[in-house]
């Protein structure tokens, strides 16, 4: 019943620190603006805007939908945020599909964004609330235990999270977008950067970005006008489960493995690792790549630094399912555009349109993106072909 | 204006546009009944009617299943280190030094874990399992906070296995 | 297209201070009877979940998170959330429902504007740059507004005042309201101005609270064998930021809002709006096309009580109701964001 939407631009701006040529209006309007040339489009052409991004407090603006209706060219037409926290990039890009595959739209832009350099994003992520009974311990002091518990479980090589940092850097310095660009990134570089939350290392965690990410989707009839190869989505899902509640099994979450589950059957996948060429998977801090191996069913459980370590997520070594060939989010991370990126670089594979980073013949790839405690999941699939 | 004026005048990029709220917080019907009990140096779960899950700290409903938590479940000083890591990074506010380890610890009679730290043992002795004891601060210290109990230490008890640890066990 | 049923709607008191309850359990209360008026359960009986809720309200970051706390949500469910009025997470349900990802939605919004200064916490919607560092509040625009009308001889004090008087008349009837009674145009007219020129009586209080409303097609209601209201048409538009680039004395998004919508396909008994300020009324009967025989606000609308973030929802589901209930065949409901009606969102609602 849905009906078929697809991808027909993409925008991206650099991902660096600080932007600081540009006011937020400016920022989100680089992307949009971008996105729109890719597709041959002008702001006349676009029927409704979606905008997404995490946390207002990050930059201090409170619902900043109202304030860039003028920059996006909303103006007398349907706006809307989506806030899902750090998977608002993929849930955003999920919920703007929805307009056109419900019928009720026929192109619609979708922007997500984060300028963390405006405010201050750490305070807004640590600031102690009165009556917290939680000592907080910044998101290193969340997952770090889930980490060491994922090493127990699977008696991995200690190196397995070092050797993620270095593949994804190697990977992000293909792609001149990519904000961290170290090109001569090596394992020991990694091992030997500051320790922060044991196991994790300076290195082996996902940079703070200012950055925004578009995607024009449109119909199948409107999709013929694209000047490039359509990105046909294949499938959409969403899944959300408690941050803690006795017993939940947070080393491979339900709702990852359900949401996976989930696309895979719309998108026809039945061997994620064979019947998928790339993925650009959430991968903020280096264990997170063996762990999301298993969570969304490309290893088996307890295998999946195996993978890693063989190289088969390695474009450089010719690995049979290149992960993050963008860089991942541990090459940029502007928070509320980090989801739609990998959602936009996925697309970009099997466009034949990513350029040095793009793995050859691509076909169908996997966009995932996850937020909170890990427990708030968003994944697609993009073809080149509709079916 | 003299071109020489007009040379010091550097152009603005950027403006500081500090914002004021302020916020009157209340603390929860579960979390005030929660920290009061913790002020009188009690750790005070909450049961789920419908899974049996012991919730600490209690948010009045259970998660999983979406019902409201009532019964109270007085806890043991005594935990068990369900994960836990070394912190090398300094907690903004808290003036204990790095490295230090904070753990997830299930209380026994608890199902769930929370944050603390663990303290006068060695960092590199930590592990999952490991039996650990709160040590509070003196009485007089105590306020509606978590921070009453200063940390947790190492207990002389066997190690618990890990697929045992916080489960529910049949009454 | 799908047609879609509002088959369950309840809110919860408005209030000017909750007190000590957090999110969860302001949640709670309403989605329980939300559910048990169609018979089920938990959010594991529907196919999608959407809130709405704004962090700064209550001053913390990730505060909707909790939410998920109220729903039961283990297995994991289809979750989502939007910043802004429930009303919106409305409509993204509906567009689950229409590509056929969803049969069913539950809908809630909340809001605990009592721990802060409501309308000086939304002064930082403005543009960061240009207008925030003015600390221009939300009633302050309003006020502009009505000036503005005034000047142009749109209304009168005197119609603003009858716009409040016939609020609190009509939320005698409704138990969940704020403010209520019997009080005469001159009476208002006696008391002094608060933000010239508005009075104090012109702004709706601030109230916390919750609403939650299940939505479904049609063929699911009547699965479930309850009664509902049709959603024949829904829209939303915003407009410029910018105060000077827009005429504050009309709404053109709702304009435009209502047409997409096909309020004027039929005649519009009862129309719920959203508007904060008695002014705005006025204007929005306008651009609506609402003529003296539609009862607007038979609530009290939000003069009567305003739950940030649920109130817009509640619009749609006061009309739901009276639809459900028999007492009405066709209404209009409207939703608004953002200073001084600068996003607009407007729903038609049919009996079966």
Known sequence: MAELAAVVGIGQTKYQTKHKTVSIAGLVRDAALKALQDAELTWDDIDAVIVGKAPDMFEGMIMPELYLTDALGCNGKPMLRVHTAGSVGGSTAIVAASYVQSGMFKRILTVTYEKQSESNAMWALSNAQPFSVHLNAGAGGFFAPIIREYMRRTNAPSDAGIKVAVKDRLHGARNPLAHLQLPNITMKEVEDSPMLWEPLRFLESCPSSDGACALVISNEELAKQSPKKPAWIRGTAMRSEPTMYAGREEVSPQAGIDCAKDVYAQAGITNPRKDLDCAEVYVPFSWYEPMWLENLGFAEKGEGWKLTMEGATSLDENGDIPWNCSGGVLSSNPIGASGMIRFAEAARQVRGDAGDHQVDGAKLALGHAYGGGAQFFAMWVVGSEKA | MSDANKEALEPITGIESPVYLDYNFTAGAATARYLSKVKEGKLVGQRCPSCRNVYIPPRGACAACGVATTEEVELSNKATVQSFTIVHIPIPGNPIKPPYVIANLIPDGANISFLHLLSECKNEDVRIGMRVEAQWKDPSEWTFAMENIKYYTPIDEPDVPAEEIGRLKDA | ?352
């Open chain 3, 1 to 352: 297209m799908r047609d879609i049923a509002i088959v369950s709607f309840v809110q919860s008191d408005c209030v000017r201070d909750a007190g000590a309850l957090n999110e969860v359990e302001l949640i709670m209360p309403v989605i329980r009877k939300v559910l048990d008026n169609v018979g089920i359960q938990s959010a594991q009986d529907v196919d999608f979940t959407c809130s709405g809720s704004c962090d700064y309200l209550q001053g913390a970051a990730f505060a909707f998170v909790l939410g998920v706390d109220a729903l039961g949500a283990v297995p994991p469910i289809k979750e989502s959330h939007v910043e802004m009025d429930a009303a919106w997470a409305l409509y993204e349900a509906v567009l689950k429902i229409r590509m056929g990802q969803a049969d069913s939605a539950l809908l809630y919004g909340f809001g605990k504007s009592s721990p802060g200064e409501l309308p000086i916490v939304l002064s930082q919607q403005l543009d960061p740059y240009y207008l925030s560092p003015l600390w221009l509040d939300t009633v302050s625009s309003a006020a502009l507004q009505a000036r503005a009308m005034l000047d142009n001889g749109d209304i009168t004090e005197a119609d603003m005042a009858e716009v409040v008087a016939r609020s609190r008349k009509n939320a005698k009837s409704n138990p969940h309201a704020q403010l209520k009674g019997d009080v005469s145009v001159d009476e208002l007219l006696a008391e002094p101005t608060y933000l010239s020129p508005l009075r104090m009586h012109d702004c709706c209080p601030i109230s916390d609270g919750a609403s939650a409303m299940v939505i479904a097609t049609v063929e699911k209601a009547k699965e479930w064998g309850k009664p509902y209201a049709v959603l024949k048409g829904i829209d939303h538009r915003i407009e410029s930021h910018h105060f000077g680039a827009r005429d504050l004395t009309k709404s053109v998004s709702t304009e435009i809002a209502a047409k997409a919508a096909g309020v004027a396909n039929g005649p519009v008994e009862v129309a719920e709006l959203y508007a904060p300020f008695s002014h705005q009324e006025i204007i929005l009967k306008k651009a609506l096309g609402l003529g003296d025989d539609t009862v607007i606000n038979p609530s009290g609308g939000v003069l009567a009580g305003n739950q940030m973030m649920a109130s817009g929802l509640s619009r749609v589901g006061e009309v739901a109701n009276r639809i459900i209930k028999g007492e009405i065949k066709r209404g209009v409901a409207h939703a608004t964001s953002g200073h001084a009606l600068q996003q607009n969102l407007v729903a038609v609602l049919e009996g079966e």
